[in-house]
């Protein structure tokens, strides 16, 4: 008997960082009970950074692309997770039962704009990324226990 998977969407401002590292650690760590996408509000390009530091945590994410909801299709989500502030208050009306849920994390890109790339950029992008992988390891529990 096949279960269905949970149906999970990660939505952030631009789809460049957060939002896909949470569907590349979704996909990586939980593909066997959830089906991962990830949105933006608006597209903003793939963050090198990002998919630097999944490289290093060995979760490829070189092929996702930066994309809005309406590009995704006629999915009927489950969840969609907010993974920035931003986004959680300008979160677009899904239809059917998706439930909203927001897990903030802090913007790698904003939090390292005065760093000149190197090892100290590097170590906020790391630690986003290990803080994102961390609430994915609690997935799809601490989601069913929204009402």
């Known amino acids: 008997m096949q279960t269905l998977k949970l149906k999970i969407l990660f939505l952030c401002t631009g789809n460049s960082c957060r939002s896909q590292m949470a569907e590349g650690w979704a996909r990586h760590l939980r593909g066997g009970v959830i089906e991962a996408y990830s949105a933006g509000i608006e597209k903003h390009g793939m963050n090198p950074n990002a998919?630097?530091?999944?490289?290093?945590?060995?979760?490829?994410?070189?092929?996702?692309?930066?994309?809005?909801?309406?590009?995704?299709?006629?999915?009927h989500f489950d969840y969609v997770v907010t993974v920035c502030g931003h986004a959680n208050e300008n979160c677009?009306?899904?239809?059917?039962?998706?439930?909203?849920?927001?897990?903030?994390?802090?913007?790698?890109?904003?939090?390292?704009?005065?760093?000149?790339?190197?090892?100290?950029?590097?170590?906020?992008?790391?630690?986003?990324?290990?803080?994102?992988?961390?609430?994915?390891?609690?997935?799809?529990?601490?989601?069913c226990a929204i009402q």
Not at 51 to 75: Q, R
Not at 103 to 118: N, R, Y
Not at 120 to 143: C, G, M, S
């Open 51 to 75: 998919i630097k530091v999944m490289a290093e945590a060995g979760v490829d994410i070189s092929k996702h692309f930066s994309k809005t909801p309406d590009e995704i299709g006629a999915v």
């Open 92 to 143: 677009p009306v899904f239809l059917g039962k998706a439930k909203v849920a927001h897990v903030g994390f802090e913007d790698p890109p904003k939090l390292t704009k005065h760093l000149p790339d190197g090892e100290e950029k590097l170590a906020v992008y790391r630690r986003v990324r290990d803080e994102i992988r961390k609430f994915v390891e609690t997935l799809p529990e601490a989601l």
